[in-house]
């Protein structure tokens, strides 16, 4: 697609529930990238992903968060059984190759709202 | 130590002078360095990148790196109210692609 594409936009759960969000890249980035942004904070870096190798998975916080992704495609980022404080706003972004290899083009976001 | 650290702000310039946004990273070995604008309640986009100690411009926006110091900076020229918004630093530290962020700078440009 022309742009990054998450969703859903909005997400209203209540505690102990799990949540899945979706992104879906530009077509042909091979890299994608999952961040946290609470309210009024900085974005914190969660997962990255790069064509068929395996994951950064270092800034998952805990083992309650989990993401996937099929080759060059789609990627789902799973938490389960939520809690308050994973409310927040999460960023999908993609980068390709060449010389703005590691700029990234971000999606509008997933909102998430735990109850 | 955060990775990349930036001043919270709030930094309050007047319309038409030079915003001075501010950047140190922890990692000597870092080679890509980015700035991302944010504006409230939307996502990050890319002003500008860095690779080379020096300088760069883009129209009213200069980058600055200083690897020695591990430093980078952004000025704004002209500032105008329109340029409100937070201003986040990234990092690709050594070995790899990932992008680390700062927390940020707000800025107000007063008219």
């Known amino acids: 697609g022309a742009g990054v594409s998450q969703s859903p936009s909005n997400k209203v759960t209540e505690k102990g529930k799990d949540v899945e969000l979706r992104c879906d890249p530009i077509?042909?980035?091979?890299?994608l990238y999952w961040y946290r942004q609470r309210l009024g904070q900085g974005l914190e870096f969660l997962i990255y992903?790069?064509?068929?190798?395996?994951?950064?998975k270092s800034g998952l916080p805990s083992d309650r968060f989990s993401a996937e992704r099929t080759g060059e495609s789609v990627s789902t980022l799973t938490i389960q059984r939520t809690q308050q404080e994973d409310s927040a706003v999460y960023l999908c972004a993609s980068s390709g190759l060449g010389s703005g290899a590691n700029v990234l083009t971000f999606g509008a976001g997933s909102r998430l709202t735990v109850l | 130590q955060k990775e990349v650290e930036q001043n919270s702000g709030p930094l309050s310039v007047p319309e038409g002078a030079i915003a001075s946004l501010n950047c140190t990273y922890s990692d000597r070995g870092s080679q890509s360095f980015f700035w991302y604008r944010q504006y409230s309640g939307k996502s990050p986009e890319l002003i500008m990148f860095?690779?080379?100690?020096g300088d760069k411009e883009d129209g009213r926006f200069t980058a600055q790196l200083n690897k020695a110091s591990q430093y980078v900076s952004l000025l704004i020229r002209d500032s105008q109210p329109s340029d409100s918004a937070t201003y986040l630093c990234?990092?690709?530290?050594?070995?790899?692609?990932?992008?680390?962020f700062g927390a940020g700078t707000r800025l107000f440009v007063k008219a």
């Open positions: 077509s042909g980035h091979t890299a």
């Open positions: 860095i690779y080379s100690n």
């Open positions: 990234a990092v690709n530290p050594a070995g790899g692609f990932k992008t680390i």
């Open positions: 992903f790069q064509g068929n190798s395996a994951p950064d």
